[in-house]
């Protein structure tokens, strides 16, 4: 991931800049279509705000700046800046803990110790039989640290908004909880609640009283620790999908060789610069994107492409970074580094698509936008009417109170956009690269699947398949010398032949004068033969031709699109491996069930 200054993108047109910005103190959707609204209001300006990533996406042109762009958040009553790349600990390489682990920390300790209190102040209230003598003093005893304390991210949040002027789902919160809170104490101290032997019947009946007989203790601490709960849960949520971005970014290397002064010089891998030469050996991850300048080998570029089988590369063929080195030594020249790197491009992709709002977000963003206005009004229309109407002051407050209380819960502006930040998370997670919200909000319409076979349909890993060996010879045989020899190779398709043949005919026997021949194959002694594995141009610098049956299978094999691996030794070649992508087991079952779905299949 870039920097801070990075993350400020390049104009897309003449004129025209993209920022993005970390926003803090949103606590529901209304927050965000407020931000978005005041943003907007300038000119020049259009700005996106996502409540479920914290972060807006702002074009802006003129003479508008980044800080004009803080400045206005701020004056909203929230918090905004450039944000900042994941930090690593140097010790174990891990992501340091952020703000947002805080929160999710702040926020778990407030809801177990608010639900231990709640339960016990719940379950009085719901059980006349737990309803002791003076029980009801107990209840406040309990109710009143979560409503106070345990709400307090809310009544903060209620207080800012009405300092700015403004109003949110906090607010609901807060006025709700508070008012239960205090027609609680009203009923307690001055009415008849706080006499002893009080009790609430369990009943289902509706009937017309004052309210001076009744408490709202267990609704006041229920509706803060379940609303606690859901932001928890909510914040939780978002951490793990935020892992998708970290995971990408962990697949880069860490640390880089480079040459300076014509001595390789260990260096943290975001000091390098575009230019830089620096060195892969075998096994290594590409630090960055280049082009190699010296040496050859193969590359596994399965984590990009999920393509299991390496690629061969010689001086002139660019790399990928996070690509790993799986044969021999290179020195490789970069020419793009930071956020200009394909993984930091696809990391991106990943961002973007959880930043970006699709149609049915959007209409939950404007109906969020409103709802606290309109339930407020409503309440206090029904204060309205039962003054009107005589009920008295007490029952009126009473009914204006549940109104507020039932209109607590805010799910309906952190449903939406939790369930796609989630969703493209996870996908990344497995591998799949979501462009956009408004792509999962089509699928409705999608009537055809398109599978890429390698990595989708297979397994993505080399895997034996077939053994064939020339007439007279020993198939344990040929796997005992192949796989011994291949065991000492880094090569996906050795480790595929090694792993194949331990499985098949049991430890393999000791290597001896081991040889990697660049791009060809590998060589050396087992048990007295030397043997060669690898491309047929190998064994035939040797003078060993494949007989007219292996070259038969060795041509059916490359026609089904598998690899064919011919081996030799003592001057004969003996046979031919056969090593592919395997198909997943559960591939038939998978697209059994996209056919029962009514979809057309496309590979």
């Not at 640390?255 to 096994?283: C, K, T, Y």
């Not at 497995?430 to 462009?435: A, M, Q, R, S, T």
């Not at 299978?553 to 030794?569: F, P």
């Not at 998978?590 to 009514?598: C, N, P, S």
């Amino acid at each position: 991931m870039s920097s801070a200054t990075e993350r400020t993108r390049p104009p897309a047109t003449a004129g025209e800049n993209h920022v993005e910005l970390a926003i803090g103190g949103m606590t529901c959707a209304s927050c965000a279509a407020r931000i978005e609204k005041k943003l907007n209001r300038l000119d020049g300006v259009s700005a996106t705000v996502n409540y479920a990533t914290e972060q807006a996406k702002v074009s802006f042109t003129g003479d508008v700046t980044p800080a004009d762009l803080i400045s206005t958040v701020e004056k909203t009553g929230y918090t905004a800046a450039l944000p900042e790349p994941p930090r690593l600990r140097p010790e174990d390489g891990r992501p340091a803990t952020s703000e947002a682990d805080d929160h999710v920390r702040s926020l778990r300790q407030r809801l177990i110790v608010s639900a231990v209190l709640t339960v016990p102040v719940i379950a009085m209230a719901m059980v006349p039989a737990l309803q002791f003598t003076s029980w009801q003093w107990l209840s406040l005893t309990l109710a009143a640290p979560v409503v106070v304390w345990g709400a307090w991210p809310f009544h903060r949040a209620a207080w800012t908004n009405l300092r700015h002027g403004t109003s949110t789902m906090d607010t609901l919160v807060s006025m709700g909880t508070l008012a239960a809170l205090a027609w609680s104490l009203y009923a307690l101290f001055w009415g008849t609640a706080g006499e002893p032997g009080m009790t609430h019947p369990f009943e289902l009946t509706i009937a017309r009283t004052d309210g001076s007989g009744n408490i709202y203790l267990e609704a006041a601490a229920g509706v803060t620790t379940f609303i606690l709960a859901g932001r928890y849960f909510e914040a939780r949520s978002k951490r793990r999908a935020g892992a998708a971005l970290r995971a990408l970014l962990e697949l880069g290397a860490k640390e880089v060789s480079v040459l300076r002064g014509g001595r390789e010089q260990r260096i943290p891998v975001d000091q390098l610069a575009v230019g830089d030469l620096f060195v892969v050996r075998p096994g290594e991850k590409i630090a960055t994107d280049g082009v190699i300048t010296e040496g050859s080998s193969a590359v596994d570029a399965s984590m990009l492409t999920g393509e299991s089988v390496p690629v061969e590369g010689g001086p002139g063929d660019a790399v990928v970074g996070a690509t790993v080195n799986a044969g021999g030594r290179l020195v490789v020249r970069a020419t793009r580094v930071g956020a200009d790197t394909q993984l930091a491009q696809m990391a991106r992709l990943v961002e973007d698509a959880q930043n970006g709002k699709a149609e049915v977000q959007r209409l939950a963003d404007r109906v969020s936008g409103i709802f606290v206005p309109i339930v407020i009004a409503l309440a206090v229309g029904t204060l309205g009417f039962w003054l009107g109407t005589g009920g008295g002051l007490a029952a009126a407050f009473t009914a204006a109170v549940a109104v507020l209380i039932i209109a607590c819960p805010c799910a309906l502006g952190l449903a939406t956009p939790t369930a796609l930040m989630v969703g493209t998370g996870r996908g990344a997670q497995l591998g799949i690269l979501i462009k956009g919200p408004e792509v999962l909000e089509s699928t409705r319409r999608v009537d055809t699947v398109v599978l890429d076979k390698t990595g989708t349909v297979t397994t993505g890993r080399m895997t034996l398949l077939d053994v064939v060996v020339a007439p007279g010879e020993d198939p344990e045989q040929l796997l005992r010398l192949a796989g011994a020899l291949e065991h000492a190779s880094e090569h996906p398709i050795a480790r595929a032949v090694a792993t194949g043949a331990t499985e098949r005919v049991g430890a393999l026997p000791p290597v001896e004068g081991f040889t990697n021949v660049e791009g060809l194959g590998v060589q050396g002694v087992v048990d007295g033969h030397a043997v060669l594995v690898g491309r047929t141009q190998l064994l035939e610098e040797w003078s060993l031709r494949l007989t007219p049956e292996l070259e038969q299978a060795k041509s059916a094999a490359e026609g089904e699109g598998r690899t064919a691996v011919a081996v030799g030794w003592d001057g004969a070649a003996r046979g031919v491996l056969v090593v592919a992508d395997a198909v997943k087991g559960t591939s038939a079952e998978a697209v059994r069930e996209l056919r029962d779905l009514g979809l057309t299949r496309c590979c």
